[in-house]
């Protein structure tokens, strides 16, 4: 997840290869017989009218040229990367049963009451400063309750919500509801009911599937406990569970496709693409786009079919996926967060119209540049009012960062450490899996609860060593273990202060020391 990634190496590295020519998410009463009718008629309608305006979006396949056919594969790679990540997320962890990923039902959560640790391979560069709970939601036959506890007003907590593109459409939590308890009404883009009483705040969906997952503060082994309590208040109803009345009508059967990495690696792509947009109403920023979508057979008319594509059209799209694999890569190279420094991970994560202020900031035509590479470096990743994630890649003289042969330090001044009003954190990642790093000491981080144990400077201020091997027992208290190989380090910001988010805030350097 930079945060909470679900992405796996394979997926980076595809769109690393494909550039070579590799192609690779109210009522207040609904008791009476006659509104549950009502109800399912308007669901009916919704859903025809949801299809035919998909489905009449003009052109097929057939109608358009093998280049024109690359040239919008392409934009539709680049568009479609990161909610098709997000599918496989949602089905790897929600839909697809008895695997050791498997987190819960729809409409159902589950708390993990335990920090992630290397052998945790599903989610890339997880945190292990708070523990998750996730909840997926279907809002298509009506809303969804998420009832939360008081909670101590020292102990951060946030409910982020995620619709089918990953935008962060809305927050619970500390910094947006407080700590009070209360109970939200999550509702899909259809929904124009009111609040029932004891509903605290509506908050609405672009898409009828949504992500939420849960951060509790632990601050420290001892404190588990504690977490264990406040997750327990954590509820998730239906609307109509809440109310204690008889469920709507069960909306329409969906088949969700299987999740096939070797699928995934060529023209497959498209058919993830297809099903999830299939699924979202057309925003009235892209309406265009998805008129080009349509003419490959993505998103309108009949379900995507590769088999019916003639040779020259499937080597065209495949074609489009490796130039839009390129295009990505040569924005991420040249001034996206993560390998630049001077920027943030706010620039990729939030809702719609935060991505597209970044964008019109950083000059960019569209959002989807921006989307895509958040997806790839850290899938549903928070927005930067709640957090954000300075990355090291690079040491502070652009050098690549290597555990087996060098060794660093990272330097934090006494004045402010690191600037968040809740907590901070550096944590160590592999270089190329993004996932954390086994050690002798099991230490994958360093964060603010732990400063009574670590060593000051002089000054006050604390440096980090950051390395492979061990510095000696008299300085493992500051010692974030490398591996012994490409690294990642990645710092958290939760709550962070003004200077940050206001692009005032210079990183500390990483410094090679040997």
Known sequence: MRHLP????????????????????????????????????????????????????????????????????????????????????????????GSPDHQTPFNQIKNEARLYTPEDKAIVAPNSDTPYSFAYLDLRAEPVVLSTPQVEPNRYFSIQLIDLYTH???????????????????????????????????????????????????SGPCDMENVKKVQAGYKVWTLSQFLGIAAPSTPPGLIFPVWDEKKLAGIGFFEYLDFVLRLCPVHPSERAIRKRFASISVGGGSPFDAAKLSPEMKSALIAGIAEGSAAIRAKNEADIPFVDMSLQSMDVFGSRDQLEAAAKRLNLKNIYLLRTNGALYGLFGNTAEEAVYPNFMLDSEGRPLDGAKHQYRLRLPP???????????????????????????????????????????ADGGLTLIIQHDSPGKDKESNWLPAPSGPFRVTMRLYLPEPEVLEHNWKMPPLDRVK
């Open 6 to 97: 679900f992405e796996d190496a394979s997926i980076r590295a595809r769109v690393e290869t494909a550039a070579l020519g590799m192609g690779e998410l109210g009522q207040s009463k609904l008791n009476s017989e006659r509104r549950q009718i009502m109800k399912a008629v308007r669901y009916t309608i919704t859903a025809t009218l949801l299809l035919l305006t998909v489905g009449s979006l003009p052109a097929r396949a057939a109608d358009i040229s093998p280049v024109e056919a690359r040239a919008i594969a392409k934009e539709a790679y680049v568009y479609g990367l990161a909610p098709v990540m997000g599918y496989k997320a949602i089905y790897e962890i929600s839909i697809k049963g």
């Open 168 to 218: 962060n459409f809305a927050y619970i939590g500390t910094r947006t509801t407080g700590s009070a308890e209360g109970s939200f009404l999550i509702a899909g883009p259809e929904w124009k009911g009111e609040a029932p009483k004891g509903i605290s705040r509506v908050m609405q969906s672009e898409t009828p599937f949504a992500v939420c997952i849960y951060r509790t503060q632990l």
């Open 415 to 457: 004045d402010k450490l690191l600037p968040a009003k809740a907590f901070w954190s550096v944590t160590m990642y592999d270089g190329v899996t993004f996932l954390l790093v086994a050690n002798p000491i099991n230490r994958y981080l360093i964060n603010s609860p732990m400063l009574p144990s670590l060593k000051r400077d």
